[in-house]
C-alpha cells in the first residue's frame, strides 16, 4: 500500500510538461490529479490520436490506465505500453522512465524492474532513488554482493546514513561476517549520532548477555533522543534480564507512555512478557502492573488492542468488574467495535450473567445484523438457564436471518436436534438431525447424537451404528464418540467389536465420564470379564458420586 501512495505522489508531483495542446493537457493533468482517472484516459488517447508523437500523452495515458488497474476497473490498453511509447518518444525523461520502472516494480515483474532501474542510474548517476529500489530487488533476489556494491555507490554519491548502514549491517549477518558487520555499526556511531544504531549495537550486545554494555549504548541513544522507542525498549529488557525490577517498572512506563510507540506493539510486548513470566513475578508485581496497564490506557484510551490487553490482564487476576466495565466502555463509546463487543460478550458469558449477555447480545445484533452468529451468545446463554425452548426459538431465528448460509444453518439445526431432545420431542429432535446432515452429511456432532438417541429408544440400530462408525472415523480419539459406537454395538450383541472402542476411549479421556466408564463396565461383563468390570463399575459409581457433589 505504502509503494503505491508513493507512486502515486511522485506521479502528481512529477508530472512533465506537455508540448502542444497546452490546454487539453493541463485539462487531462487536472483530471488524473482529481482521481478521474478514466476521463484522463480518454482524454490522453484522444490526443495520442490526434498527435501520436505526444510523449505527455502517451505518459498520462500510462499513469491513468495503472490507477485504473490498481483499483481493479476495466479499461483500454496497458499502462506499461503506453509509458513504453513515451520513453521511445523522450528517452531523456527520468519520470518516465522511473514510472515505466515502477510499474514493473508494482506489478511484481522484478527482472524487469532491476533492468530499467539499472539502465535508469546508467543514464541518472546521482539519482539515489532509483538506487534504493535496486537494492530492494538484489536482496529479494538473493543477490547480497550486489546489493553491497549498489550501497557503495549511493554512500559514495550522498553519503552515509541509517537505511545503509543498517542494510549493509544485516546483509554482512547473512553471509556470517559478525565483527566486520559490528564494526560497520560503529564506525558509523564513531563519525555520525544515531539513536538507531546505537540501539543496534545495544541489542547485539544484550544476545551476548553484555548487558552492562548493553546499557550503555541505550542509554547513549537516549541520550540523543529520550523518547526513542527501540532503545527504551531494550533499556526495560535489559533490566528486566537482570532482574532490576524498580529500573524496569520506571522503563517500561516511560515506553508505554511513549506517543510515538505503536500501541498494537507496546500491548503485544506486554502480554508476552506475561506470558513468559512465572506467576510469583505477576503476584509480587501486580500494583507495578496495574499501573503499566492503566499508563498505556491512559495514553491510547481508544485503542482497541490496548483496551483488550488490559481487560483481559483484570479477568485473568480474578478481578472481572473492572474487566467488564473496561469492555462495555468500549464497546459504547465505539459501537461500530465488533471485536470489542464480542470480547464482552465472552467476559459477560464467564460471569454467567446470562440476562447480561441476552440484552448485549440482542443490541450488538442491531448494531450488526449481518453477524448473526452473534445470536449464538443468546442460545448459550438460554441454555445455561435451562431455557431449551428459548434457545429452538433463537436458533429458528438464524436460519430466517441467513437461510442461504449453510454454516450457520448446519450450527443451528444441530442445536435445534439437541435442545429438542432435552425437550423429550424426539420426532421434532430427529427432523432437525435430518435436516443437518442434508446440509453436511459428514457434520461428526449431528451423527454422533442423532445414532445415540436412536441408540436410547432402541430404534434404526443399524442406521445408528452406520452413522456412529462415520463418526469415529472423522475423529478416531473422540472419547464420546467411541462410547456411541460401542454402546450401539454392544445393543446389537456384538461386544467383541465393542471392547476394542472403549479400551481406546480409556486412553483419551473416557475415565472422566461415568457413562463412559458405566458402558464399559457392562460390555466387559457381557464378555465375561467380571473383575475387570467390577473395577470400571466402581470407577464409574465413584465419578457420578462426584459429579452430584459438583
Not at 111 to 137: C, G, H, M, W
Not at 153 to 158: K, L, M
Request: aromatic share 10%; proline share 4%; glycine share 6%.
Amino acid at each position: 500500500m505504502k509503494k503505491w501512495i508513493y507512486l502515486l505522489l511522485w506521479m502528481l508531483l512529477a508530472a512533465p510538461l506537455a508540448r502542444g495542446q497546452a490546454g487539453r493537457m493541463t485539462d487531462i493533468a487536472q483530471d488524473y490529479a482529481d482521481g478521474k482517472y478514466l476521463a484522463a484516459l480518454s482524454g490522453a488517447l484522444s490526443v495520442t490520436r490526434s498527435d501520436p508523437d505526444n510523449d505527455a500523452a502517451w505518459y498520462y495515458a500510462g499513469i491513468a490506465r495503472f490507477a485504473l488497474e490498481h483499483n481493479q476497473i476495466t479499461a483500454v490498453g496497458d499502462a506499461a505500453d503506453y509509458l513504453r511509447k513515451a520513453v521511445a518518444l523522450d528517452s531523456a525523461n527520468y519520470w518516465y522512465r522511473d514510472r515505466l520502472a515502477a510499474i514493473y516494480l508494482m506489478r511484481g515483474e522484478k527482472e524487469l524492474a532491476i533492468q530499467a532501474y539499472e539502465t535508469l542510474l546508467r543514464d541518472f548517476p546521482k539519482r539515489t532513488d532509483a538506487s534504493y529500489q535496486l537494492v530492494n530487488l538484489y536482496l529479494q533476489g538473493g543477490d547480497n554482493d550486489k546489493a553491497l556494491q549498489m550501497i557503495d555507490e549511493i554512500e559514495s554519491t550522498a553519503g552515509k546514513n541509517d537505511p545503509t548502514v543498517m542494510t549493509r549491517y544485516r546483509i554482512l549477518l547473512q553471509q556470517q561476517k559478525q565483527e566486520e558487520a559490528l564494526e560497520v555499526l560503529r564506525d558509523y556511531c564513531d563519525e555520525y549520532a544515531s539513536p538507531q544504531v546505537l540501539t543496534m549495537l545495544g541489542d547485539h550486545q544484550m544476545g551476548m548477555f553484555n548487558d552492562s554494555l548493553a546499557l550503555a549504548y541505550y542509554n547513549e541513544a537516549l541520550a540523543l533522543d529520550k523518547d526513542f522507542a527501540p532503545a527504551l525498549l531494550g533499556k526495560s529488557e535489559a533490566y528486566r534480564m537482570t532482574r532490576r525490577y524498580p529500573d524496569f517498572f520506571q522503563t517500561l512506563n516511560r515506553l508505554m507512555d511513549n506517543p510515538e510507540a505503536q500501541p498494537g506493539a507496546k500491548t503485544d510486548y506486554l502480554v508476552e512478557v506475561l506470558r513468559r513470566s512465572d506467576p510469583r513475578f505477576i503476584q509480587n508485581f501486580r500494583p507495578q502492573l496495574d499501573t503499566v496497564w492503566q499508563t498505556m490506557l491512559a495514553r491510547h484510551p481508544n485503542d482497541s488492542s490496548v483496551v483488550t490487553g488490559a481487560g483481559i490482564w483484570y479477568f485473568q487476576t480474578n478481578r472481572l468488574e473492572p474487566a467488564l466495565a473496561l469492555f462495555k466502555g468500549y464497546a459504547q463509546a465505539h459501537p461500530e467495535a465488533y471485536g470489542s463487543t464480542v470480547t464482552y460478550l465472552q467476559l459477560l458469558g464467564s460471569a454467567e450473567a446470562y440476562d447480561e449477555v441476552i440484552a448485549a447480545a440482542e443490541e450488538a445484533y442491531r448494531r450488526f445484523p449481518e453477524k448473526v452468529n452473534l445470536l449464538e451468545f443468546i442460545t448459550m446463554a438460554q441454555y445455561n438457564q435451562k431455557n431449551y425452548a428459548g434457545v429452538v426459538a433463537t436458533a429458528e431465528r438464524m436460519i430466517a436471518a441467513a437461510p442461504k448460509d449453510s454454516a450457520v444453518c448446519l450450527s443451528a439445526y444441530s442445536t435445534i436436534g439437541d435442545m429438542q431432545h432435552l425437550l423429550k420431542q424426539e420426532e421434532k429432535s430427529f427432523k432437525a438431525y435430518k435436516k443437518a446432515l442434508k446440509i453436511n452429511p459428514d457434520y461428526a456432532p449431528v451423527l454422533n447424537n442423532y445414532a445415540y438417541y436412536l441408540s436410547m429408544k432402541g430404534r434404526q440400530l443399524p442406521l445408528a451404528a452406520k452413522m456412529a462408525s462415520q463418526a469415529v472415523r472423522q475423529e478416531p480419539d473422540n472419547a464420546t464418540y467411541l462410547d456411541t459406537f460401542g454402546w450401539i454395538l454392544h445393543l446389537q450383541g456384538k461386544d467383541v467389536e465393542a471392547k476394542p472402542l472403549f479400551k481406546h476411549a480409556m486412553l483419551y479421556g473416557g475415565k472422566e465420564s461415568a457413562v463412559i466408564l458405566m458402558h464399559y463396565a457392562i460390555v466387559l461383563e457381557a464378555l465375561g470379564e467380571n473383575d475387570l468390570a467390577k473395577i470400571y463399575r466402581n470407577q464409574a459409581k465413584a465419578k457420578a458420586g462426584n459429579e452430584e457433589e459438583e
